[in-house]
Nanobody, 121 residues
Framework: QVQLAESGGGLVQAGGSLRLSCAAS????????VGWFRQAPGKEREFVAA??????TYYSDAMKGRFTIARNSASTVRLQMNTLKSEDTAVYYC????????????????WGQGTQVTVSS
């Protein structure tokens, strides 16, 4: 079973940047598609970005051009977030799974505990 841990969250002003990392307990993350999701208070968890096992990337329209997902190594995936807005405030989760419907939560079998991102306006 893969254990995931997110890091890099924090408080940033609008227009600023943050880099989130997702680290796996073993160097096997490249066997899975990896996605980032976020959940704001009172809202459902929503798709942010994903990278397939072959390196193809997928983004929510709201994040396209501002966020970049990439594999750092066999055990880490990063999410670079630029030009942050107050509406980006949420808990960000990384997830890993073997499916190909990258936008859907059900594709992912393993989830981290989340990291808080707060963007002040």
């Amino acid at each position: 079973q893969v254990q995931l841990a997110e890091s890099g969250g924090g408080l940033v002003q609008a227009g600023g940047s943050l880099r989130l990392s997702c680290a796996a307990s073993e160097a096997t993350l490249n066997r899975y598609a990896v996605g980032w999701f976020r959940q704001a208070p009172g809202k459902e968890r929503e798709f942010v970005a994903a990278v397939s096992r072959t390196g193809a990337t997928y983004y929510s329209d709201a994040m396209k051009g501002r966020f970049t997902i990439a594999r750092n190594s066999a055990s880490t995936v990063r999410l670079q977030m630029n030009t942050l807005k107050s509406e980006d405030t949420a808990v960000y989760y990384c997830a890993a799974g073997g499916g190909r419907n990258y936008y859907e939560l059900t594709t992912y079998d393993y989830w981290g505990q989340g990291t808080q991102v707060t963007v002040s306006s």
